[in-house]
């Protein structure tokens, strides 16, 4: 099955500086990457999420960059402001799978 | 307000209970998931639905029962053989199946076991 792992665990920026997260992924079918932000105490919500079909999707200050060959993609943030302070967790999937597999999760932290 | 509801959102049972969550959605979605996440690790797939009076088992089902009468609900069993109760369980919700389509979270519901 799919494994997909996601690094650092933890990141810690100044306001205004970039994040980066990483994940890699196993199954080389896999199509679909969806990236989640959980606040504290509350269910994940998607924030962007991309196809096989294309290598990078922007929105506002969040992109999103897929390289299929060597089976990793990664989230970025520009710009990062306290509210962006979450657990990001990335997920992949491939049509007609079930459900998707989910990375362990990056702790943000912006400090003011 | 269309959304994903899950009560209560904190839960407290003693060892050797078996406990039921709470999943209701309004956003006429044809699949629904349990999820179980602990510290540090991300989210784990326990049963998933993608349809009423069918569901198929995730990763880790053993210990788990679900059931699907209504396209709205979805109701996940914690019984007495799960080993290791206490978690966040998230339920979501899609519009379709085959996991390319968007999932939608409820809040969660904290289980303590002791």
């Known amino acids: 099955g799919e494994n997909v792992e996601q690094h650092p665990s933890t990141l810690s920026v100044q306001e205004g500086d970039s994040a980066v997260i990483k994940c890699t992924y196993s199954d080389s079918a896999s199509n679909y990457f969806p990236w989640y932000k959980q606040e504290l105490g509350k269910g994940p919500q998607l924030i962007i999420d991309?196809?096989?079909?294309?290598g990078e999707k922007k929105d506002q200050r969040i992109a999103v960059t897929l390289n299929k060959t060597a089976k990793h993609f990664s989230l970025h943030i520009t710009e990062t402001q306290p509210e962006d302070s979450a657990v990001y967790f990335c997920?992949?999937?491939?049509?007609?799978?079930?459900?998707?597999?989910f990375g362990s999760g990056t702790r943000l932290q912006v400090q003011p | 307000d269309g959304g994903i509801t899950q009560s209560p959102k904190y839960l407290f049972r003693k060892e050797g209970q078996n406990v039921t969550l709470s999943c209701e959605q309004n956003l006429n979605h044809d699949a629904m998931y349990w999820y179980r996440q602990d510290p540090g690790q991300g989210l784990r797939l326990i049963y998933y639905?993608?349809?009423?009076?069918?569901?198929q088992k995730g990763d880790i089902a053993e210990g788990y029962s679900v059931s699907r009468e209504k396209k709205e609900s979805f109701p996940l069993t914690v019984t007495s053989a799960q080993k290791n109760p206490t978690a966040f369980y998230l339920c979501?919700?899609?519009?379709?199946?085959?996991?390319?389509?968007?999932?939608?979270f409820g809040p969660g519901t904290r289980l303590t076991v002791t």
């Open positions: 991309i196809r096989s079909n294309v």
């Open positions: 639905s993608q349809i009423v009076n069918d569901f």
């Open positions: 997920a992949a999937s491939q049509a007609g799978r079930r459900a998707l597999t």
């Open positions: 979501a919700s899609s519009l379709g199946t085959g996991g390319t389509y968007e999932q939608y």
